[in-house]
T-cell receptor, first 114, second 117 residues
Framework: KQEVTQIPAALSVPEGENLVLNCSFT??????LQWFRQDPGKGLTSLLL?????REQTSGRLNASLDKSSGRSTLYIAASQPGDSATYLC?????????????FGAGTQVVVTP | EAGVAQSPRYKIIEKRQSVAFWCNPI?????LYWYQQILGQGPKLLIQ????????DSQLPKDRFSAERLKGVDSTLKIQPAKLEDSAVYLC???????????????FGPGTRLTVT
């Protein structure tokens, strides 16, 4: 059974510092991996989607890498801002399910202090 | 393009009462998902529809939860009777349908926060 883990559970950094968020998964047979952002009381906003054949994706200050062989993904956020404060979740689409079901981690709660 | 719509946004009920949530996916999205997110945890899939057919309801507590997707568009999720442990955010998501369906992004609605007292 696929397990997705995000460590640490919470992180606080001063504004301007780079953020590094980790995600690990136990089964490398995946279709893709997605990173989401969740603000308090809100739904999930998709940040980046990495297909299993890709090694990384970039969007503005965000960069996500994928290493299937080691079961790891890392989300980098450059030059953090207070507006980056949110919970970040990663999710994988296991190949054992052909319908695209996502298996989520519990998330990392990020606070960026001014 | 309009996103995934959900209502209500908040609901407070007493245990043993019933409640229903509504979701309208992005136009043209054939796949619809309902997730349950308990505080401090990641979302867990409850049920998945492909058009108006159920493709996965393995984690749906069928003794109290039910869901339907009328005409392959809108969907409702019902809980009857509710328990204290059903307090959570209920998220609806949708994605495109294709042979490569598992590679498509899922787009989430704002969720419904349910509190059972």
């Amino acid at each position: 059974k696929q397990e997705v883990t995000q460590i640490p559970a919470a992180l606080s950094v001063p504004e301007g510092e780079n953020l590094v968020l980790n995600c690990s998964f136990t089964d490398s047979a995946i279709y893709n991996l997605q990173w989401f952002r969740q603000d308090p009381g809100k739904g999930l906003t998709s940040l980046l989607l990495i297909q299993s054949s890709q090694r990384e994706q970039t969007s503005g200050r965000l960069n996500a890498s994928l290493d299937k062989s080691s079961g790891r993904s890392t989300l980098y956020i450059a030059a953090s801002q207070p507006g980056d404060s949110a919970t970040y979740l990663c999710a994988v689409a296991p190949r054992t399910d052909s319908w695209g079901k996502l298996q989520f981690g519990a998330g990392t709660q990020v606070v960026v202090t001014p | 393009e309009a996103g995934v719509a959900q209502s209500p946004r908040y609901k407070i009920i007493e245990k043993r009462q019933s409640v229903a949530f509504w979701c309208n996916p992005i136009s043209g999205h054939a796949t619809l998902y309902w997730y349950q997110q308990i505080l401090g945890q990641g979302p867990k899939l409850l049920i998945q529809f492909q058009n108006n057919g159920v493709v996965d309801d393995s984690q749906l507590p069928k003794d109290r939860f039910s869901a339907e997707r009328l005409k392959g568009v809108d969907s409702t999720l019902k809980i009857q009777p509710a328990k204290l442990e059903d307090s959570a955010v209920y998220l609806c998501a949708s994605s495109l349908d294709s042979l490569a369906r598992a590679s498509y992004e899922q787009y989430f609605g704002p969720g419904t926060r349910l509190t059972v007292t």
